[in-house]
Nanobody, 127 residues
Framework: QLQVVESGGGLVQPGGSLRLSCEVSGFSLDNYDIGWFREAPGKMREGVSCINRDAQRTKYRDSVKGRLAISRDDANNTVYLQMNNLQPEDTALYYC????????????????????WGQGTQVTVSS
């Protein structure tokens, strides 16, 4: 069974940091592009960052550039999202998705795409 599980969310003050993890099972990570997406209350799901299957290229939406960093550890079937200098507008449910069609990578910060999705992990930034 293909499965994606996110973890690492929580409550943090503005300016704080979190590291989200996306662990996959039932398939080999090295054949998939991976993306992090988020959905805030009352807003549509949006792409945050993506990393392609050879780990040579990454994408970020403009509002998170310089603050977030995506990385992958294929040996451990895990993708990470290091989040620094978090702001209240980063508050959302963060999802991880895996895809081997190429569409997740192509449309990363345009529209969410993915073959396998997790249940999400909540990130709340508040003082």
């Amino acid at each position: 069974q293909l499965q994606v599980v996110e973890s690492g969310g929580g409550l943090v003050q503005p300016g704080g940091s979190l590291r989200l993890s996306c662990e996959v099972s039932g398939f080999s990570l090295d054949n998939y592009d991976i993306g992090w997406f988020r959905e805030a209350p009352g807003k549509m799901r949006e792409g945050v960052s993506c990393i392609n299957r050879d780990a040579q290229r990454t994408k970020y939406r403009d509002s998170v550039k310089g603050r977030l960093a995506i990385s992958r550890d294929d040996a451990n079937n895990t993708v990470y999202l290091q989040m620094n200098n978090l702001q209240p507008e980063d508050t959302a449910l963060y999802y991880c998705a895996a895809d081997k069609t190429g569409m997740l990578w192509k449309l990363c910060v345009i529209t969410p795409r993915g073959q396998v999705w997790g249940q999400g992990t909540q990130v709340t930034v508040s003082s």
